[in-house]
């Protein structure tokens, strides 16, 4: 090839990357790096989609898959701990950054099953599955979306994705069975632990429930209130067997948000309707600031 069909050829392959480079830029293909409301509703409607995500179900298993895929797209590190507690399987999802094995600075956590029974229905809803629409599939939707959005230069951050905690009571389970597992199996115990559960219902109301951590808890809504979302209550209410409890139980500091008040849990009519882009806006922007200063 002579100098000028050389020149030639470098003008251009450095116009079609410019050109690739473009498109990517237009259509959004970056990472993103705020946290987006409505793109966290797209994981909750994905997810409801799949069915009531019961253990052992293919829509249980289905999200799994895709909980994966999109933790690893994000560039995250994925590990399955398939273990059993009082006789349940348990199948439990930890993403990581950096080493596998280091300790975590901050464990944020989500269930992401859903329950057998609408034991809360009072008419024919009540032998039905509960699509987990709010209960379960935001808490998962939220955990995505930091995953797409924190940066890098941060702390060192494990999203969990807990199993088996919404069958308390139902066929011989106990709640948070998941999470007992979790924290039996830990080598080294983060140093803050939150959980985000039934957080995206339209009409939010996330008062500081009664058992978690207090330091954890005026970090946390003292920022919401920072960053102006109303949402977030500085009252507090309930006392809660969540998530959170077998890491306090541990003696590991721990916080759940939740609304509590939710009036179609464990019916029929948790579904996507229901779930608000807002309301997912600014629970992830809350966990995104306070992460970031962590």
Sequence with gaps: MNSRKSRMFIILAAGLL???VSLWVVAGLTAPTRFDGQRAYQDVLAQVAFGPRIPGSSSHAQEVIYIISELEEAGWQV????????GFPVENIIAYRGIQGEAPTILLGAHYDSRLFADQDTG????????GANDGASGVA???ELARTLPEDIAPVWLVFFDAEDNGGLEGRDWAMGSRAFVASLAAPPQAVVIVDMVGDEDLNLNIEATSDPALAEEIWGLAA???YEQFIQETRFSLLDDHTPFLEAGIPAAVIIDFEYPFWHTTADTTD????ASLQAVGDTLWAWVRAK
């Design 18 to 20: 410019l050109a690739v």
């Design 124 to 131: 024919p809803g009540a032998g039905e599955a509960v699509p």
């Design 274 to 277: 229901k779930v608000s882009p």
């Design 79 to 86: 590990v399955l701990q398939n273990t059993t507690w009082e």
């Design 142 to 144: 939220v955990l995505l």
């Design 226 to 228: 920072d960053l102006g």
